[in-house]
Structure formats: structure tokens, C-alpha cells
């Protein structure tokens, strides 16, 4: 990762490293701003670093408007992972498997009953303002449940809880 971390953010990062290590999965909720994305990112550089020789595949769900914002910070402190953004008409998974490493897409392509994402397996998928997916009833957050992965990880600002079950 070609950025620097504040302590906290590498406490966050530590945890989110103890999970993936474990086999399990989380919810990172900080206030906005705090640098919850390059925690992610500082995540994903640790697994690539951890066995540079495998062949991952990795995923980022995002609001459509940071789709964007997402693919300057990958680009910025991330440069050797190979991004597809896949987004806009002309979306196409065509190679993603053997060109790419991260797939960058938003909540809006997955609810709309896109199953091209269900065939493949991530190592780790990250979304973005999970928030938007609590409600476990509703197509988002069913689409991000058929998405195969060996690690989730939500990101959220606005962690907000109007029923036990969200």
C-alpha cells in the first residue's frame, strides 16, 4: 500500500487481518472520513503480499457515486492490482479472470439481477456504505449473499440500527 496509516487505522487494519486470517468476515463502521477505504486497501495489499504467487480475485461494491473515487485511491495506493470497473452498458466480465484482480462495481449493477458475479470467487469482497444492504429482505442485500467469497468485509459511516435484525 503506497500510503501511510494513522495508528488507529492501523489498529483497524490488524483486526480486519485477525478476521481474514480466521476465516471470518466483519463490519468496519467509523465515522466518515476516517479512512475506512484505506483500511480496506491496506487489507488487500496485506493478502496480496501474504502469497504474491496466488492468483486471487478480489471485489469492491460501491455506491455509484464513489464507483469513481474508488478507482483513483486503487490507482493511487494500490497501482499493482489490475482494476476492471464494471459498470455502464458496455460492461463486459470478458477475461476479468485472466486481466484483472479487483472487480469495481456499484449495488445498482447487482440489484439489477446481474448473475454474471455469482460464477466467480473472490477472496475478499469489500462493499462499500454496507448500510445500504441491511435491510435482509431487500435485493441488495440478497445479491450480495449469492456473491461467493472467502472473506466480506462492510464498510459503513452511518451504522444505524432500527431492528435487531438489520
Known amino acids: 500500500l503506497k500510503s501511510s496509516l494513522r495508528r488507529y487505522q492501523?489498529?483497524?487494519v490488524q483486526w480486519l487481518w485477525f478476521l481474514y486470517c480466521h476465516g471470518l468476515s466483519g463490519l468496519l463502521c467509523d465515522d466518515m472520513g476516517l479512512g475506512k477505504t484505506h483500511q480496506a486497501m491496506a487489507l488487500l495489499a496485506a493478502v496480496v503480499h501474504e502469497d504474491p504467487s496466488a492468483s486471487h480475485k478480489y471485489?469492491?461494491?460501491?455506491p455509484t457515486s464513489v464507483i469513481y473515487?474508488?478507482?483513483q485511491?486503487?490507482?493511487?495506493?494500490?497501482p499493482s492490482l489490475r482494476v476492471h470497473t464494471y459498470y455502464g452498458l458496455t460492461r463486459t466480465l470478458d477475461r476479468f479472470e485472466e486481466d484483472y484482480d479487483l472487480l469495481l462495481t456499484s449495488y445498482g449493477i447487482l440489484r439489477m439481477g446481474d448473475n454474471a458475479l455469482?460464477?466467480?470467487f473472490f477472496e475478499v469482497a469489500i462493499f462499500d456504505e454496507i448500510q445500504i444492504a441491511k435491510n435482509h429482505v431487500s435485493q441488495t442485500h440478497k445479491a450480495l449473499r449469492a456473491i461467493p467469497s472467502q472473506m466480506?468485509?462492510?464498510?459503513s459511516?452511518?451504522?444505524i440500527e432500527n431492528r435487531v435484525r438489520e
Request: charged residues 10%; proline residues 4%; positive net charge.
Open 59 to 62: 471485489l469492491v461494491v460501491c
Open 118 to 120: 455469482n460464477s466467480l
Open 73 to 78: 485511491l486503487l490507482a493511487r495506493f494500490l
Open 69 to 71: 473515487h474508488w478507482q
Open 10 to 12: 492501523e489498529l483497524g
Open 152 to 155: 466480506r468485509i462492510g464498510l
Open 157 to 159: 459511516g452511518t451504522p
